[in-house]
């Protein structure tokens, strides 16, 4: 398995070649209205990307729902 350390890099190399990648965008996107609906349990997408954004986007309004993504979908 990959180390913190790796990952870091790693994702750090991604987002320098991936201009339209979402923590490349958020800057321009702060203090936009936003809510954000994030799924606390989500394996597709990492919760803790989505924690990532929120902070990025200033900490807009945000439901947290118990779950996957897929209960936003259901709901």
């Given amino acids: 398995a990959p180390t ?11 987002r320098a070649v991936a201009p339209l990648d ?4 958020a800057p321009a996107l702060a203090g936009t209205p936003w809510l954000i609906l ?3 349990s989500d394996r597709a997408v990492p919760a803790a990307l989505g924690d990532e954004l929120w902070e990025l ?3 807009p309004e945000r439901q947290v729902v118990s779950g996957g ?3 936003i979908f259901l709901t």
């Fill in 57 to 59: 986007l200033g900490r």
């Fill in 22 to 25: 979402s923590a490349n965008l």
């Fill in 69 to 71: 993504h897929e209960w």
């Fill in 38 to 40: 994030h799924a606390s």
């Fill in 4 to 14: 913190a350390q790796r990952l870091s890099e790693l994702s750090a190399a991604y």
